[in-house]
T-cell receptor, first 115, second 114 residues
């Protein structure tokens, strides 16, 4: 069966420090991969979407970036964190299919607090 | 990208009553609409989904209806129980230039009182 791992679970970082969050998927090949952010009491905002190695689409302009160095690995990064980057970061995957109507499966999330 | 509107933002019901959450979407080409349940501090979990070739889908106490003409879909929970209390999100899958991207509504906080 497929599993998704996301770490760390919680992170407290000072303003201006770098960020690296990692996500890996097991049990499937060529998944679509996603990064979402959820601010406190808010909805899920799509940050990045990837259909393959090195293929990243950015949904909104921000000081975050994403990379996909391997088929089942997705990394969210920042060179300098802002206070507004605080939130609950969720990685997700879905099956690659021609019809693009498969559900997303989420990791357990990383709660990031920028101080 | 796709614009998904969700109402209400909060909903309180008595145990045993029904709850209805409504969503609209902007891209008429969207063809996949999942619903997620998120308990406090946890990840969103899929509870039901519907594809555009059907108008209604039911799974025990949960049902979803889709009106493609009106670009509207709804979640119905019958015989609510306290454990149904959570935040519920609707979503719509993008098409065209946003193909494969899933866009979410802002969520509905459902509280079921015993």
């Amino acid at each position: 069966s497929q599993t998704i791992h996301q770490w760390p679970a919680t992170l407290v970082q000072p303003v201006g420090s770098p960020l690296s969050l990692e996500c890996t998927v097991e049990g499937t090949s060529n998944p679509n991969l996603y990064w979402y952010r959820q601010a406190a009491g808010r909805g899920l905002q799509l940050l990045f979407y990837s259909v393959g190695i090195g293929q990243i689409s950015s949904e909104v302009p921000q000081n975050l970036s994403a990379s996909r160095p391997q088929d089942r690995q997705f990394i969210l990064s920042s060179k300098k964190l802002l206070l507004s980057d605080s939130g609950f970061y969720l990685c997700a995957w879905s099956e690659r299919g021609a019809s693009y109507n498969s559900p997303l499966h989420f990791g357990n999330g990383t709660r990031l607090t920028v101080t | 990208g796709e614009n998904v509107e969700q109402h209400p933002s909060t909903l309180s019901v008595q145990e045993g009553d029904s709850a209805v959450i409504k969503c609209t979407y902007s891209d008429s080409a969207s063809n996949y609409f999942p619903w997620y349940k998120q308990e406090l501090g946890k990840r969103p979990q899929l509870i039901i989904d519907i594809r555009s070739n059907v108008g209604e889908k039911k799974d025990q106490r949960i049902a979803v209806t889709l009106n493609k003409t009106a670009k509207h879909f709804s979640l119905h929970i019958t015989e609510t129980q306290p454990e149904d209390s959570a935040v519920y999100f609707c979503a719509a899958m993008g098409r065209g230039s946003t193909l494969g991207r899933l866009y979410f509504g802002r969520g509905t906080q459902l509280t079921v009182w015993p």
